[in-house]
């Protein structure tokens, strides 16, 4: 599906390498197709078993990212006195258990609203750990210069699946029961797993923490603070992902409920962000190259947001077209953003810093994702789903140009006097 990073043919520990960067790419496959269907298949068994409103349907969100808010900084430091591939094999495992659950609860009639609510919990913080333990260990697999490359790569891989993953799920639904599409995601976790385990690529002995968990926390939390470029693009993202789990809260009653289409269709329509976020993957190396990584990263978002307002558009017929123009664009723009940002924050941050720092971008990124949807599910249960997202769309426009009033401004690329911080590690 996309290329590996080129160059000669290798031997020893660069052929190791190598082996390892294509398991973790096929790890990320089973994953992401799972976790993208499970995020259809979710909130479609909250609907269509349980009869689920609005505002219980944004629940389901609110409680699969509220790891983010509640464990997202001490997560990092946790993550850093563990070994990264270890504590991903332990995610895959409990998201295998968490799926599990449900089919076994639905035959033996115990399926309810908390519990779906406590998988999706269990499911966002095994999501959490997993993510800040990928991307402190794709260094140990791929030097400096590859890194745009290598992140690229795995986004490619991540988008593809996201393609199949929401379709699969609500064809899923529709034909099989949600019983079965939710066991054959519990396979595949157990799959990926399997895959992380086979890496043969030794990992350093995480060294021994230096104070206590607080004073860890606090530590990467200065280390943010003092980053003038780190701190702009958190909170850029993170008010951006504010809006946007706001708006995709609504995506499935929104089409299920107002618009009128059926379960697989919601898939197929849900899947189109991950055509838009193939084809940022795709471009991100180029764009960098071309307008520089700092310039493609400011005006990657504010260039595609517009095209959200043709999501309240949206009607059946030929208009359910403007709903996948909406998610393929703002897709786009939010991957290119992405590969830039985790790209230049691995080569920023002091080595035993990578963790917290990444925890720290979950924390203010998708920490705002179960406000959001929070957000998403009171405005539609105030004016309506329509209204709500006419009012979303319209408080993207305002805020998605922030990076242009930053130091990004002044910079083609990332200026190398912000690779590190004033802050003492």
């Known amino acids: 599906m996309t290329a590996l990073p080129d160059g000669p043919p290798a031997s020893g520990p660069e052929a190791a390498r190598r082996r390892g960067f294509r398991l973790l790419l096929g790890s990320h496959l089973l994953n992401e197709t799972g976790a993208a269907a499970t995020l259809v298949v979710l909130p479609l068994t909250a609907v269509l078993t349980l009869d689920a409103s609005a505002w219980q349907t944004a629940l389901v969100q609110t409680f699969h990212f509220a790891a983010y808010l509640v464990l997202g900084l001490p997560a990092g430091a946790l993550v850093e006195r563990m070994r990264p591939r270890r504590v991903m094999i332990g995610a895959d495992l409990v998201r295998c258990v968490a799926l599990a659950s449900l089919p076994i609860a639905w035959s033996a009639d115990l399926l309810s609203l908390p519990l779906i609510y406590a998988v999706a919990l269990l499911l966002g913080c095994a999501q959490l750990f997993g993510d800040i333990a990928d991307h402190s260990y794709l260094p140990h697999l791929m030097s400096d210069d590859r890194l745009v490359r290598g992140n690229s790569s795995l986004q490619m891989i991540r988008s593809g699946a996201e393609l199949g993953g929401p379709g699969l799920g609500g064809l899923c639904v529709q034909w099989l029961g949600a019983q079965l599409a939710l066991a054959g995601n519990a396979v595949a976790s157990a799959a990926s797993a399997l895959l992380l385990w086979r890496i043969t690529v030794p990992e350093p002995r995480p060294p021994a923490p230096t104070g206590n968990l607080a004073g860890q926390i606090w530590q990467g939390v200065r280390f ?23 708006i995709f809260a609504l995506d499935v009653i929104f089409l299920s409920r107002v618009v009128g289409v059926d379960a697989g269709l919601v898939g197929l329509l849900l899947a189109s962000g991950a055509v838009g976020a193939l084809i940022g993957a795709w471009s991100a190396p180029r764009l960098s190259r071309r307008f520089g990584e700092a310039r493609t990263a400011m005006l990657a978002v504010p260039v595609a947001a517009p095209c959200m307002v043709l999501i309240p558009l949206t009607y059946d017929g030929w208009r359910l077209a403007l709903f996948a123009l909406a998610h393929i664009t703002i897709s786009i723009g939010v991957t290119v953003f992405n590969i830039m940002q985790v790209s230049y924050r691995q080569r920023a941050c002091p080595p035993g810093l990578l963790s917290r720092m990444s925890a720290m971008f979950r924390f203010a990124v998708w920490g705002a994702a179960p406000l959001g949807a929070l957000l998403g599910g009171g405005l539609a249960a105030y004016a309506g789903v329509r209204t709500a997202l006419w009012i979303l769309a319209g408080v993207l426009l305002l805020i998605a140009p922030l990076l242009v009033f930053s130091p990004l401004r002044r910079m083609r690329d990332f200026d190398a006097r912000f690779r590190t911080s004033t802050v003492s590690c």
């Open 224 to 246: 943010l603070r003092g980053h003038p470029v780190l701190r702009m693009l958190a909170l850029s993202a993170s008010l951006n992902n504010l809006v946007f789990s706001a």
